[in-house]
């Protein structure tokens, strides 16, 4: 054949391929998510996220050194609150000694550099398992996004980077923006889950932080998954209101909405690369039915080539060991 263009000579070897290579992945890519307990020498494995583990401080303290060590610059911290703190107003979200405030300052007094980002949402410290405040069967938004720009700014108090709201209330950028500029923390940033979808892939990371909802679903604040152009309204909203960087979940399933949203704003485009999506490549993998290697690196290349300039992942420690850096 005589052909005027050939498209295999770019992809015969490993040296050419590396070359023309248009999607990289770095350890600057990802954030750590780190479940954090009480108590000591606590290191337990999630049962439905095999390998990752809820840890008590002390050991989580350990672990940031060593993501540091390995060249990861972020983390995203969430806590397993006790049963007994748990109510419908968030009170335990914004105690200045609670397990949040007391990890973020341990995290920033050990390894300083290290950027901390923290969960802004009720579910883990209400008793119906809701990220809002519950009326009348209802997830009320005002009273909600109140308690969550307190929560905010305790979380700068304790020395939080960036504060990371992923409870889908309405006007709670621009509430938590103004309550931080009021407290003098014009430096901490936001990082806004400002497409989360209402997903089935939540499950490992429910069991993770036992805060799966007491009754019906989380479809009244998240967004339905049926829904593309409303993830750009969010997102560009949440901008306007002073988001620092947006972010989509979960990744997987929206690559998509990645590329829509990094076309749309002019801010970094964060994605969650979620709890069943890990529990996925790691059950298929376990069975022997998927490479899990190359499953993480795949995975995670698509969605930075979807458009994600950061990716929250529980695989970053994986992926930075493969990936040989
Ligand atoms: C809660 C929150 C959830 C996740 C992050 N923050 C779960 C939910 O909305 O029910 C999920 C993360 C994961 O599945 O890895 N505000």
Known sequence: MFLQRRNRILRQSPAIRSLVAETQLTPNDF??????????NVHSEIASMPNYYRNSLDITVKEVKELWS????????????????????????????????????????????MLVMTDVALDPFSSYGHDGIVENGEIVNDATVEVLA??????????????APSDMMDGRIAAIRQALEQSNFSKVGIMAYSA?????????????LDSAPGFGDKKTYQMD?????????????????????????????????????KN?????????????????????????????????IETLTSMKRAGADLIATYFAKDAVRILGH
């Open 70 to 113: 390995m060249g990861l610059k972020s983390v995203l911290l969430f806590v397993k609150a006790k049963d007994e703190t748990k109510d419908n107003k968030g009170t335990e979200a914004i105690n200045p000694n609670g397990l949040m405030q007391r990890s973020i300052r341990a995290i920033k007094d050990a390894c300083p550099d």
């Open 196 to 208: 989360k979808y209402a997903s089935c892939f939540y499950g490992p990371f429910r069991d993770a």
């Open 150 to 163: 307190q929560m905010s700014v305790s979380h700068a108090e304790a020395g939080a980077d960036f504060v």
């Open 31 to 40: 954030i750590v998510p780190l479940f954090i307990d009480e108590g000591e």
């Open 264 to 296: 749309a704003v002019d801010v970094p485009v964060s994605c969650y690369n979620i709890s069943g999506e890990y529990a996925m490549i790691k059950a298929a993998a376990k069975m022997g039915w998927i490479n899990e290697e190359k499953a993480i």
């Open 225 to 261: 998954y049926a829904n593309r152009l409303e993830a750009v309204k969010e997102t560009i909203m949440d901008v306007e209101e002073g988001a620092d960087i947006v972010m989509v979940k979960p990744a997987l399933s929206y690559l998509d909405i990645i590329r829509e949203v």
